[in-house]
């Protein structure tokens, strides 16, 4: 049996990747009760591939939102860069815009119908040990429950991470604070598409649909970027003050859309800074392990955080199919350690909206009369393409 702890989206598709191998499992997770959290996210045709695999990618998709291109702007509201996504660049396998609550309820529904009783709540793990060929997690009760092996999928602020690495001490902040929400409005620039506006010393965008609405309307997610000083350690649920963020996006208003009025028609704001933790030397202690982000939290740059959650668990998944558990750790280890850290990496230095950053700076910040006297499409595009090698889904590779 597999331990798995930590509900989340990364724990779950393990739980499905594990039970389609016939390898058994229980999720141990903290929250007393799994409700829906956080807002929106993109998942990438590589972790669609995963999903579609697992047999739950249908039942996701009446609840998320075909994505079919991502467009980048200047802070002007001016046109950079636009570019399919998913089947509609050729993939053959979509990528959606969806609720992260919505995406982890949805893959709960699939654990449960086909393992009842798996998932058990209310479960704190706050050590692992390897005792002989057995994992021994304890809980914040004091019950030990032993297993051939512990997968830690707690999450950024993993218990079991700082038990192997005590110094670690907190998140790294990036000097970059988030404001997040979602807004019920009429749909954008005539199918759905993921928006990236302005660069983060005057304030910077990401706007993207993760519903459709019965009304014809979408739930509109949307995230405001700001370099600052000032933040807090992150709580998932604090709640935002538009007077801390609004100022910055006063004067956004496009043709395309009325940012400022979109901001205040907010269902709820929430704040978080964006951080991440530098790549761990190791993953793997005893028969112990880690996965998601308690392994590998990065910046929510390149859309690739629960993608790359839902990547780890098929690895492991096939390592613990084909060896035994010491070989199959150690080799998902191997493999899953330094391609994450490659994504982390990335996300610091060049992700997608990179693109933006070098029209700011070749453009003093101020309108161009057209994007080629800037920059050619040619590097617009060796740009994106870099990063897709990077995180893993590139054409090449996803097909």
């Known amino acids: 049996m597999i331990a798995i702890i930590g509900a989340g989206v990364g724990g779950l598709t393990l739980a499905l990747a594990l039970h389609q191998r016939g390898i058994a499992c229980t999720v141990y997770e903290a929250a007393a009760e799994l409700r829906p959290m956080g807002v929106g996210i993109n998942i990438l045709p590589h972790a669609t591939r995963e999903l579609a695999a697992l047999g739950v990618l249908e039942a996701l998709e009446a609840r998320a939102v075909p994505t079919e291109q991502a467009a980048y702007f200047n802070r002007f509201g001016q ?33 449960q119908a086909r393992m009842p009783g798996v998932v058990q709540c209310g479960r704190r793990a706050v050590s692992v040990a ?79 649909p993760i519903e459709n609405l019965p009304d014809g309307q979408v739930l509109m997610n949307w995230v405001a970027e700001i370099e600052t000083t000032t933040w807090a350690p992150n709580d998932w649920a604090r709640p935002g003050k538009l007077e801390d963020f609004l100022p910055a996006f006063a004067d956004w208003h496009f043709d395309w859309l009325d940012v400022p ?105 101020k309108p161009f009369a057209r994007i080629e006297d800037v920059i050619s499409p040619g590097e617009l595009t060796a740009m994106i393409d870099r990063y897709k090698t990077v995180a893993q889904y590139d054409r090449a590779r996803v097909g």
């Open 79 to 111: 046109l950079i860069h636009v570019e399919p996504l998913g089947r509609f660049a050729g993939y053959a396998t979509p990528q959606r815009s969806i609720h992260r609550g919505t995406l982890q309820m949805g893959l709960l529904a699939e654990v």
């Open 130 to 208: 390897t005792e002989g060929d057995q994992a021994c997690i304890t809980f914040a009760d004091g019950e030990v429950v032993r297993a051939d092996a512990a997968i830690a999928a707690d999450g950024i602020h993993s218990p079991v991470r700082k038990q192997w690495f005590p110094d670690e001490g907190p998140p790294l902040y990036s000097g970059v604070n988030m404001w997040r929400g979602t807004t019920r409005m009429a749909p954008i620039l005539g199918r759905p598409t993921m928006v990236r506006a302005g660069w983060l010393t005057q304030g910077k965008m990401v706007i993207y």
């Open 261 to 365: 009025a979109m901001i205040r028609a907010a269902d709820q704001v929430l704040e978080y800074p964006m951080v991440d933790r530098d790549p761990l030397p190791r993953w793997t202690h005893g028969r112990a392990t880690l996965l998601g982000d308690a392994a590998h939290p990065m910046y929510p740059r390149g859309s690739n955080g629960a993608g790359q959650a839902i990547l780890d668990a098929r690895a492991l998944a096939d390592a613990l199919a084909a060896d035994n558990v010491p070989a199959a750790l150690a080799g998902y280890d191997a493999n899953r350690r330094p391609a994450t850290a490659a994504v982390v990496r990335a996300n610091r230095a060049t992700p997608p909206d990179v693109i933006i950053k070098e029209v700011w700076e070749r453009s003093g910040d």
